[in-house]
Nanobody, 124 residues
Framework: QVQLVESGGGLVQAGGSLRLSCAAS????????MGWFRQAPGKEREAVAA????????YYADSVKGRFTISRDNAKNTVYLQTNSLKPEDTAVYYC?????????????????WGQGTQVTVSS
């Protein structure tokens, strides 16, 4: 089992930044690829960013490319999502997820573990 706890969400004005964190406990964090997903009201959950176990490979959705950065610190069992130049359309609940392979965190269907989510609200 892997337990994931997100933090760092909040209310921010358009153009602002937030740094989301996801702390993992349980099985060896470094064995898992990690992903960030988000779900806006009335919309399906979507993949935002992903990172492989070493941090060498990353993925970004087109909607966040150039504005968001995913990173991880395996010594601290934590994955981060730096969100810059936030837009009102980035408003959503952001979830982190863990998968036993990189491909598992590229889609909402396959991660083995999910956090409870953190709300990000961007005002215009």
């Amino acid at each position: 089992q892997v337990q994931l706890v997100e933090s760092g969400g909040g209310l921010v004005q358009a153009g602002g930044s937030l740094r989301l964190s996801c702390a993992a406990s349980g099985r060896t964090f470094g064995n898992y690829a990690m992903g960030w997903f988000r779900q806006a009201p009335g919309k399906e959950r979507e993949a935002v960013a992903a990172i492989n176990w070493s941090g060498a490979t990353t993925y970004y959705a087109d909607s966040v490319k150039g504005r968001f950065t995913i990173s991880r610190d395996n010594a601290k069992n934590t994955v981060y999502l730096q969100t810059n130049s936030l837009k009102p359309e980035d408003t959503a609940v952001y979830y982190c997820a863990a998968g036993s392979s990189y491909s598992r965190v590229l889609s909402t269907s396959y991660p083995e573990y999910w956090g409870q989510g953190t709300q990000v609200t961007v005002s215009s």
